[in-house]
């Protein structure tokens, strides 16, 4: 976990309480809008921890983490973003 963290300290970092992956998207400024969320996302220009995700009724929440707590988001070839699960 320290070696991705290490990896991916230079790319915007965001904090989510979890919720509907389209929602979530868009409050961290990864895509403009629900609209342009859901054309990424049927395009599959999406991923999260690797993963391609097509689903626009994803939930974010602890299970789709890594070690409970990050998200690493992949938009298209090269821009990464990681999020942080706040969880009280």
């Known amino acids: 976990m320290k ?19 389209m ?3 868009v409050a ?3 895509c403009s809008s ?3 969320a859901r054309e990424f996302l049927s395009n ?8 391609q995700i097509k689903a626009t009724d ?3 929440d602890a299970n789709t983490t890594l070690g409970g707590k990050y998200i690493v988001v992949r ?8 999020g942080e699960l706040i969880t009280e």
Do not use: C, M, Q
């Open 23 to 25: 929602d979530v998207l």
């Open 75 to 82: 938009r298209g070839k090269k821009k990464y973003y990681l």
């Open 28 to 30: 961290a400024g990864i």
């Open 3 to 21: 070696d991705l963290l290490a990896g991916l300290k230079d790319v915007p970092h965001f904090e989510t309480e979890g919720g509907p992956v």
């Open 44 to 51: 599959g220009s999406l991923s999260l921890n690797g993963t």
């Open 58 to 60: 994803l939930v974010i």
């Open 34 to 36: 629900k609209r342009e």
